[in-house]
């Protein structure tokens, strides 16, 4: 059962209870595991920025129902656990967890940070009691915001590099990571598209843009004290793009360390010899896929470069067999 009641603030009181009624915690256990429910109480139903912690954490409450205080007024004696296991999974989408695991405190609460990975879209979250069929809650988060970061010598996109890919109508975000003040302008515009100015940003302080032309728009940094101020590009495509993931798979007793997957030649990136990349924004259309710097001694099974299709509105997954000697 998946428990969505809303409460306002952490101190809100579980039971209606006068003095006569007994106020206590109930410990953990195998029993108290199995009879305890969740309750969300902060962090369902937030957007954020990719790559950046949602603002609130996700925070649940294990309680467990006693029994009658008071059978005339139906009052309930219902309780905090404390020092239940939680076990935090993510679902659905692209994120990290502060810890798996955590344990309710004296009030029965227990949370975990989540972080978006460098893609836009949804995130589920899941709680769940340890133990056989433990009470479970359910998270539902969303990144809706390309975050890209300003340091002192380079912008920092999600997938990393100073370059980025959206679709149209996305939101982009710069934020001032550096002490001194930086700015993020654009130098050259796709026609039709609109010239950009953040004015200047200090410390962590954020400027938006949204495109709303297709096309290439390239910026820099008019603040920069760098012999070459630091640059970058956002390419916009139209809606009618997909999403294309990547997979490592390597074998034997001498792996390569790393990859680089190439898109058509021009875009790339890293990936480790057990790993995925996901490229957010491709046409939907034929891409060539290739997997590069690949040690002597390792061998890429099936074709490479390879020619995989992408479908609007989807993710398709192509995977790189590596087998080193």
């Known amino acids: 059962m998946v428990a969505t009641v809303s409460l306002i603030g952490l101190g809100l009181s579980l039971g209606a209870c006068d003095d006569n009624d007994p106020i206590y915690g109930v410990g953990g256990g195998a029993e108290a595991a199995a009879d305890a429910q969740l309750e969300i109480l902060l962090g369902d ?5 990719t790559s950046e912690a949602f603002s609130e954490p996700l925070v649940v409450r294990a309680v467990q129902n006693l029994g009658l205080v008071d059978g005339v007024r139906g009052t309930q004696n219902i309780q905090p656990v404390e020092d ?14 502060s810890d798996p695991v ?3 405190d004296f009030d029965g609460i227990a949370s975990v940070t989540v972080t978006p990975g460098p893609l836009l879209g949804d995130v589920e979250v899941t709680a769940t009691i340890a133990g056989e069929d433990g009470d479970l809650a359910e998270f ?3 990144a809706t915001v390309f975050l890209i970061e300003i340091l002192i010598d380079r912008f920092e ?8 890919e959206v679709v149209l109508g996305d939101t982009i975000e710069w934020v001032n990571r550096d002490a001194l003040k930086h700015g993020v302008m654009s130098i050259s515009e796709p026609d039709g598209g609109l010239s950009f100015s953040s004015g200047d940003l200090g410390n962590s302080q954020r400027y938006r843009f949204v495109p709303k032309v297709e096309g290439v728009f390239e910026y820099e940094d008019p603040l920069s004290i760098q012999p070459a101020a630091p640059a970058g590009k956002i390419s916009v495509v139209g809606r009618e793009v997909g999403a294309l993931k990547v997979v490592t798979n390597t074998t034997g007793e001498n792996p390569d360390l790393a990859y680089v997957v190439t898109i058509n030649g021009v875009q790339s990136s890293a990936i480790g010899p057990a790993d995925e990349v996901t490229f957010p924004a491709l046409r939907a259309t034929a891409q060539a896929v290739r997997l590069v710097e690949v040690q002597p001694n390792c061998t890429v099974a099936g074709d490479n470069p390879r020619s995989v299709t992408v479908i609007a509105q989807d993710t ?5 067999q590596v087998a080193c000697d």
């Open 316 to 320: 398709v997954t192509t995977t790189f």
């Open 157 to 164: 996109a999600p997938l990393g590099g100073d370059s980025i």
């Open 45 to 49: 139903l937030q957007n954020g920025r």
């Open 102 to 104: 955590s344990f309710t």
């Open 140 to 142: 539902s988060l969303r």
């Open 84 to 97: 239940l296991q939680i076990d935090w999974t993510i679902t659905k989408g692209l994120a990290t967890l």
